[in-house]
């Protein structure tokens, strides 16, 4: 499939989506998010891919839902279109582990992308904010919600209220990435992480993915609960058998997803 506004590239158990719209530093349309909703279908269909990687430009992960393509919508064409609603949700229902490697900008709807990753690692020029306040609206795809989940309500409060961008170091005090490292060795780092959950068993990766969600949408009794009940059921799995005889048998296992 040959996209537009994407750059996709295959490596064994991996894809890379890179943002491609360096005309207006990957801003979001709605050509780019339908693009980018076909390439997760792909993804998701095909058994060999076990993880994505998903970046922009050295200048900009994404700096924001498209202003252009928005500034002269109304309130009912907002509200029909369900504007970019459906997008976030494909992505959110992802199940296979997505990492975000954001180098430049990542604003408004292009931090709210990265955070509805898995996680983020970020090269040392990253910059991360909410600035829909300057623009006299608000966060549209879980920015006030996730953010705040992030990073906490005061930091959080004062990045979309004042409109502040955070740099890579403060993100990473802050818990909004895993990692920082240098620009010039991001995609490498995200490709390694990426390869090193290719190579895990992909049932016992999606259930990893799913428990840690359950972590942020129920009580901690609860997601205890439904933890206990999905580690059990891993032993179902032939995965968990040469996942632990390899260990036994001092060996490399080969997780067949079975
Ligand atoms: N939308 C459209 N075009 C953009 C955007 C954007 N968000 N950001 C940058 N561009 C364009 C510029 O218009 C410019 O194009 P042109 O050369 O044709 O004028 C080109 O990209 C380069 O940008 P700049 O010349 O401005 O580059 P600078 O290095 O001077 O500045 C900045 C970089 C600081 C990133 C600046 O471009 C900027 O402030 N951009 C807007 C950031 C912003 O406000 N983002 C939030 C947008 S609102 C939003 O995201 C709401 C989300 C709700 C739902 C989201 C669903 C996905």
């Known amino acids: ?77 907002m509200f029909k279109q369900d504007f970019f609603g459906a997008s976030a949700r494909r992505i959110e229902q992802f199940r296979k582990p997505i990492i975000a490697a954001v180098a430049g900008y990542a604003l408004g709807g292009g931090c709210e992308l990265a955070m509805l990753c898995d996680f983020i690692i ?12 300057n623009l006299g609206v608000a966060p549209g795809i879980g920015g006030t919600q996730r953010l705040t989940r992030f990073v906490g309500k005061s930091k959080a409060m004062e990045m979309i209220l004042t409109g502040r961008m955070m740099d890579a170091a403060e993100a990473e005090r802050s818990g909004l ?15 390694a992480a990426a390869a090193k959950i290719a190579s895990q068993s992909p049932l016992a990766v999606m259930m990893n993915k799913e428990l840690v969600e359950t972590a942020y949408e129920t009580t901690l009794s609860t997601g205890v609960a439904v933890e206990r009940r999905l580690f059990h059921s891993l032993f179902a799995f032939d995965d968990q058998k040469e996942g632990m005889a390899a260990f036994v048998e001092k060996r490399k296992p080969d997780f067949r997803g079975s």
């Not at 970020?122 to 306040?133: C, L, R, T, W, Y």
Request: with cysteine; net charge negative.
């Open 122 to 133: 970020a090269a040392e020029s990253a910059k991360f904010g909410q600035p829909e306040i």
């Open 177 to 191: 990435v895993s990692r920082v490292v240098p620009a010039d060795q991001l995609i490498g780092e995200a490709m």
């Open 1 to 77: 499939m040959s996209y537009e506004t994407l750059i996709v590239e295959q490596t064994e158990g991996v894809t890379m989506i890179r943002l491609n719209r360096p005309e207006a530093l990957n801003a979001l349309n709605s050509q780019l998010l339908g693009e980018l909703c076909a390439a997760l279908d792909a993804a998701e269909a095909d058994e060999a891919v076990r993880c994505v990687v998903l970046t922009g430009s050295d200048r900009a992960f994404a700096a924001g839902a498209d202003i252009k393509e928005m500034s002269t919508k109304t309130y009912a064409e």
